[in-house]
C-alpha cells in the first residue's frame, strides 16, 4: 500500500489550469523531491496535499483512506505535517520555547517534554542557541528550527517546500542529513527543492513538474540523463 496518492488532481485558477490531472505516488519511507521550473505547480500541488487548497477535481488517499475534502487539521492529525518555505517561528520566543510549544501535545509530563526538547535541539544543531530568542537566529537555524517543530508533531509525512533556500552549502548539507536520519526512523519525506545537489543528496525518487502537469519521474540518475529535463530545468547547471 502506497503512502500518499493522487489521482487526477486537478486545480483550476479562473481559466488557468495550474495543476493538470497529475496521478502520484509516495511509498512508504521514501525521501522523494519534486523539481521544476517557476511556475510549474509545485507549491500548488503542495496546498492541494495539505488541504490550504481545494482540489477542482481527482481524489487524494493518504494511508488508503480518502482525504479529499478534510480540513488541514485532519490530515495533520492522521500524520502529514509541513514545513513551508518561509519560517514561522515565534519570534519572540526562546528556540527552547518553540520546541516545548510544538511538543507538549505529545509530552504532558514535565520531565518527559525537557527530555525530548533536550534530544531534539540536539539534533537540530541548536542546543547551544536554546535560550536565545528565535528572532535572533540566522536563516538557516530559523528553518532548522521549524523543521523541528514540524516533526514534533511526530509525523508519518513530512512536506518540505524548499528547506534549504538561503542556507550555506554546509548548512544545507546538514539539513539533507537531518532528513537522512529521520527517514532511517521510519519517515516519509516529500520535498520540493532547486538545490540539485541536495536532491542529489536525499532523494529515492524524483518527480519533475511542468506546466503543472508531470513531466519525468525517476531516480536523480534518470533525471538528470534526460535530455527533455535538462532542456526544461536543469540546463547549464546540469553535471
Not at 13 to 19: A, M, N
Not at 105 to 128: I, M, V
Request: hydrophobic share 40%; glycine share 10%; aromatic share 8%.
Amino acid at each position: 500500500m502506497a503512502l500518499l496518492q493522487t489521482q487526477r488532481l486537478d486545480k483550476w485558477f479562473g481559466g488557468l489550469h495550474v495543476t493538470g490531472g497529475i496521478d502520484f505516488t509516495l511509498e512508504n519511507q521514501e525521501v522523494h523531491c519534486l523539481v521544476g521550473p517557476n511556475g510549474a505547480g509545485k507549491s500548488t500541488f503542495f496546498h492541494l496535499l495539505l488541504g490550504s487548497l481545494a482540489p477542482s477535481g481527482g481524489t487524494i488517499l493518504f494511508k488508503d483512506e480518502d482525504i479529499t475534502n478534510r480540513p488541514s487539521y485532519e490530515r495533520i492529525r492522521r500524520g502529514i505535517s509541513v514545513k513551508f518555505q518561509v519560517p514561522g517561528v515565534f519570534a519572540d520566543m526562546s528556540v527552547h520555547q518553540n520546541l516545548q510549544v510544538a511538543l507538549q501535545r505529545h509530552y504532558r509530563k514535565h520531565a518527559e517534554l525537557a527530555e525530548h526538547t533536550d534530544r531534539l535541539l540536539e539534533f537540530l544543531h541548536l542546543a547551544p542557541h536554546a535560550k536565545q530568542l528565535a528572532g535572533n537566529l540566522s536563516h538557516g537555524q530559523k528553518q532548522w528550527l521549524e523543521i523541528g517543530m514540524a516533526i514534533s508533531l511526530q509525523p508519518t509525512l513530512l512536506l518540505l517546500d524548499e528547506p534549504t533556500a538561503g542556507m550555506t552549502p554546509d548548512e544545507t548539507w546538514q539539513t539533507g542529513q537531518m532528513i537522512l536520519d529521520l527517514n532511517k526512523q521510519g519517515m516519509a519525506v516529500l520535498a520540493v527543492e532547486h538545490d540539485m545537489s541536495f536532491v542529489r543528496q536525499i532523494a529515492h525518487r524524483v518527480t519533475v513538474l511542468n506546466y503543472g502537469k508531470i513531466f519525468a519521474s525517476g531516480s536523480i540518475s534518470d533525471i538528470e540523463q534526460d535530455e527533455r529535463v535538462v532542456e526544461i530545468y536543469l540546463g547549464k547547471s546540469h553535471g
